[in-house]
């Protein structure tokens, strides 16, 4: 049974930095690509980074990037968000998901039950 | 960038009745789609990938169909639980990108 367990949200302050983690169970982790979305509050989704199965490629919306890194211990079966320069409108809740088939991109099938992170001002 | 566009933003429907909600991408995207439901402060859960195809455990209640640059989602024989918001959502070429959801009431 696949489960995507994310953690590290909370309340941060402007221009400060969080580690988002997404904790994977039920399948090979090292064999798929995995996603972060967001939604901040009353909002829709927002694609925010992607990396492959190997961490060899990684892309990011316009929005984050520069700012935010995606990375992944396959040792650990972890997938990381790192945000830095936080600003207000960073604040939603931020979801792991994962690719459909090894190695390729593209598909989502399994989401996490996403973390909080509020950014004050 | 690869814009998508959802129609309508929202609907109000009654219990039995078929919806379709429609997206538009801003270029061609073959079939590169993904729908998914969403409920208040739950999870994104998969419904269709490749513009068509179920994901598993996901009921034939759901439809998908398109390629290029218009797709749509159909839902029949709605019930309560199909209360939700719907997203579509591009992977054809990286940033990925969600339309910006319709949230379907059932009356």
């Known amino acids: 049974q696949v489960q995507l367990v994310e953690s590290g949200g909370g309340v941060v302050r402007r221009g400060g930095s969080v580690r988002l983690s997404c904790a994977a169970s039920?399948?090979?982790?090292?064999?798929?690509?995995m996603n972060w979305v967001r939604q901040a509050p009353g909002k829709g989704l927002e694609w925010v980074a992607f990396?492959?199965?190997?961490?060899?490629?990684?892309y990011y919306a316009g929005s984050v990037r520069g700012q935010f890194t995606i990375s992944r211990d396959n040792s650990k079966d972890t997938l990381y968000l790192q945000m830095n320069n936080l600003r207000p409108d960073d604040t939603a809740v931020y979801y792991c998901?994962?690719?459909?088939?090894?190695?390729?991109?593209?598909?989502?099938?399994?989401w996490g039950q996403g973390t909080l992170v509020t950014v004050s001002s | 960038d690869i814009q998508m566009t959802q129609s309508p933003p929202s609907l109000s429907a009654s219990v039995g009745d078929r919806v379709t909600i429609t997206c538009r991408a801003s270029?061609?995207?073959?079939?590169?789609l993904g729908w998914f439901q969403q409920k208040p402060g739950k999870a994104p859960k998969s419904l269709i990938y490749?513009?068509?195809s179920l994901q598993s455990g996901v009921p034939s209640k759901f439809n998908g169909r398109g390629s290029g640059t218009e797709f749509t989602l159909t839902i029949s024989s709605l019930q309560p639980e199909d209360s939700a918001t719907y997203y579509c959502q591009q992977y054809n070429s990286f940033p990925y990108s969600f339309g910006q959801g319709t949230k379907l009431e059932i009356k």
């Open positions: 270029q061609g995207i073959s079939n590169s």
């Open positions: 998901a994962k690719i459909m088939w090894p190695v390729v991109r593209g598909v989502f099938d399994y």
């Open positions: 990396i492959s199965y190997d961490g060899n490629n990684r």
């Open positions: 039920g399948f090979t982790f090292s064999s798929y690509g």
């Open positions: 490749g513009a068509s």
